[in-house]
């Protein structure tokens, strides 16, 4: 399985601003995912982030406002762009196995709590 | 359509009574993997357990155990007295193959268990 931290924990930020969270896997992977948890409600895929290439955004995601990063196969990086309160959520990253026995399973960082006053 | 429904919004037991917390799940693959994981206050997702569909066994960990059904399409989790440790919002989640040679992840919209001393 692969251990995953973020970075920030957590932020309280100004309306208007942006705030890069910072992803870091113990292993190489290929494929990392950029979750947003809203208050109270589950989790929606915000995009998917291949090393070398663009990132594949979800409907109703976009890269203008959500930009990321992908330099290395063990790093990711998720900026929120312009925030507005309604961006106040857990940001999580995330990683799948590819091989068995984890294959298909999902691993989670310990997300970013962002509050946006 | 691939889909995950945890009907149960909120759930509010004594501690020592027994819960059960249902999932039921759509999809068209004959291969797929259902999980639970545990999210308490503090944000994180815990892993609690992954299922293949060609494995119907039910499984029992603890206080813990899961009944698997395809006859019913349904993954349903039941924790054997309570303990107010175990209040948090509870997912089950569908992996199935996304036909890329990746797998695509379906998140319910969760259950918060609530446990009463």
């Known amino acids: 399985s692969a251990v995953i931290s973020q970075k920030p924990s957590r932020d309280i930020c100004q309306r208007g601003t942006s705030l890069t969270i910072q992803c870091q896997v113990d292993s190489q992977v290929t494929m990392m995912f950029w979750y947003r948890q809203q208050p109270g409600q589950s989790l929606t895929l915000i995009a998917t982030?291949?090393?070398?290439?663009?990132?594949?955004?979800e409907s109703g995601f976009v890269i203008d406002k959500f930009p990321i990063s992908r330099p290395n196969l063990t790093f990711s990086t998720l900026t929120v762009s312009n925030m507005s309160p309604e961006d106040s959520s857990i940001y999580l990253c995330?990683?799948?196995?590819?091989?068995?026995?984890?294959?298909?399973?999902?691993?989670f960082g310990p997300g970013t709590r962002l509050t946006v006053l | 359509a691939q889909k995950v429904t945890q009907a149960q919004t909120e759930i509010s037991v004594v501690e020592k009574e027994d819960v059960t917390l249902d999932c039921v799940y759509e999809t068209r693959d004959t291969t797929y993997y259902l999980f639970w994981y545990k999210q308490p206050p503090s944000g994180e997702l815990v892993f609690l357990i992954r299922?293949?569909?060609?494995?119907?066994q039910n499984e029992i960990s603890g206080r813990y155990s899961w009944n698997f059904q395809k006859s019913t399409s349904s993954f349903n989790f039941t924790i054997t007295a309570s303990q107010v440790v175990d209040s948090a919002v509870y997912f089950c989640?569908?992996?199935?193959?996304?036909?890329?040679?990746?797998?695509?992840?379906?998140f319910g919209t969760g259950t918060r268990l609530k446990v009463l001393a």
């Open positions: 989640a569908l992996s199935e193959p996304s036909g890329s040679g990746t797998y695509k992840y379906i």
């Open positions: 299922r293949n569909s060609f494995d119907e």
């Open positions: 982030a291949n090393q070398g290439s663009e990132a594949t955004y």
């Open positions: 995330s990683t799948r196995g590819a091989v068995l026995p984890t294959m298909g399973e999902q691993f």
